[in-house]
């Protein structure tokens, strides 16, 4: 079968899985970030739409397989200076379509499992979002040279002199 590629500016919310795999499917464009909740939850704001290249098709074991990548661009919170960063996301991916929890088990590692329903249909904005959710960062922060907390400044410019000793300090006050 010839591969179609279907030019959509926007990537369908739900899909007939089954029928793309068997259609050999490829599908890119983009989805709305503001209608993705748990991503607008999880980041500061979204920047971009999610730019996804999707294709449906089986491997040589006859997996139905999910292959893709997307990216994006989000604000986050650096957890150096707490001020915002903007971060480029970007995932590539190979999903395993199953039915259920047994089929789950069956793929190899590498794939990992997404459930349809029950007649092949798959939430493909869900696992796009799944995708960008898993390649957030842990610690979002600015290159070292852009952040604003830099390393501590210390309070005068004779950064190198140690810290005055105490008792210096004590028999100075008692002079005066
Ligand atoms: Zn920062």
Not at 48 to 71: K, M, Q, T, Y
Not at 138 to 157: R, V
């Amino acid at each position: 079968m010839i591969p179609r590629t279907m030019a959509e500016a926007q990537i369908p919310h739900r899909v007939d899985a089954v029928k793309f795999v068997e259609q050999i499917q490829k599908l890119s464009g983009e989805i709305d970030s503001s209608e993705l909740t748990r991503l607008n939850q999880s980041v500061e704001r979204c920047l971009a739409p999610i730019n996804c290249v999707l294709s449906f098709e089986r491997d040589e074991e006859r997996h139905r397989l999910l292959v893709g990548e997307c990216s994006t661009r989000v604000a986050m919170i650096c957890q150096r200076c707490l001020d915002v960063v903007e971060v480029e996301v970007s995932s590539r991916f190979e999903l395993g379509l199953v039915f259920n929890d047994d089929q789950a088990r069956q793929l190899p590692r590498r794939l990992e499992p997404v459930e349809l329903g029950e007649n092949g249909q798959l939430d493909l904005w869900a696992a796009i979002e799944d995708e960008v959710l898993l390649s957030l960062p842990a610690f979002p922060a600015h290159p070292e040279s852009e952040c604003q907390l830099q390393q501590p400044e210390p309070e005068d410019s004779n950064s190198n002199e140690q810290q005055p000793n105490p008792f210096d300090v004590l028999a100075q006050l008692k002079q005066k």
